[in-house]
């Protein structure tokens, strides 16, 4: 009962949010920002640049099989099931961190979703800012079932992979 209301507050404040709402107005609610490549400022894109070539495998497999993933959003979903993107916040002029937003709403190109801040990366629910940007900023997706599956996470388990790997002591 409570994750139906959870939903449909969500679907609420989406709809607020949208900006295909006739008569929208458009506003930003905190300084929480969403960065790419494209539109991040000219000290971060060596960083962006470089991280995008370190993870090409895993981010071309997540940009292949996003549009799969909106077409189920939130119709094919099973109930309980919770659909997050991968987004970059900036941390400071050359920095930046992956963050996971849980997704709310998807509707014409722009995701809505509950981000965390940048200075708190795994907020609980109630510190997470709604925000909503263009479907282009998201690197990864990751579908997480009632029962404990994963679908997606394509960049989050290249990087386990290779911090596991990177920690073995080969001998």
Request: proline share 8%; glycine share 4%; hydrophobic share 45%.
């Amino acid at each position: 009962m409570i994750s139906r209301l959870v939903y449909l507050f969500a679907l609420f404040v989406g709809f607020l949010l949208s900006p295909c709402r006739a008569g929208a107005v458009s506003f930003e609610l905190t300084p929480t920002v969403i960065v790419s490549v494209a539109t991040a400022p000219a000290a971060l894109r060596p960083a962006l640049a470089a991280a995008d070539a370190d993870l090409a495998s895993p981010l071309r497999e997540a940009y292949r099989s996003l549009p799969q993933v909106r077409k189920r959003y939130p119709d094919e979903l099973p109930e309980g099931s919770v659909l997050y993107v991968t987004v970059r916040i900036p941390l400071n002029d050359t920095a930046f961190r992956m963050v996971q937003a849980r997704v709310f709403g998807w509707r014409e190109g722009r995701v809505q979703a509950l981000v965390p801040t940048a200075a708190t990366p795994r907020a609980p629910e109630d510190e997470l800012t709604p925000l909503s940007f263009p479907e282009t900023a998201v690197l990864d997706w990751t579908i997480r079932h009632t029962d404990g599956r994963e679908e997606g996470n394509f960049v989050g388990r290249y990087l386990e992979t290779a911090a596991h790997t990177q920690s073995t002591n080969l001998r």
